[in-house]
């Protein structure tokens, strides 16, 4: 079964972004996988036309998903290291 993860967009309100995220998560995942090679797999795909996306994953709380990812449009704010 694959990991629940919630994505959290920065800016808020940037639809072309939030949705170009959401396609690059619609990648093949092998049955043996890194969540670091998955984050950096969809940076990449990210960076394709926002290169200075980043994604910071935060594990989960035990509640409905397995990590939050904070998904930065223009790279991660100066306190979220």
Do not use: K
Not at 35 to 60: C, F, K, N, W
């Amino acid at each position: 079964m694959s990991p629940r993860v919630e994505l959290v967009f920065y800016p808020d309100g940037d639809d072309a972004f939030a949705s170009h995220a959401t396609i690059g998560l619609t990648i093949d995942v092998p049955p043996e996988y890194s969540a670091t090679q998955v984050v950096a797999a969809v940076e990449r795909h990210l960076r394709d036309l926002y290169p200075l996306a980043r994604i910071r994953s935060v594990p989960g709380d035990g509640g409905d998903f397995d990590a939050t990812w904070h998904v930065y449009r223009d790279g991660l704010p100066m306190d979220a290291t």
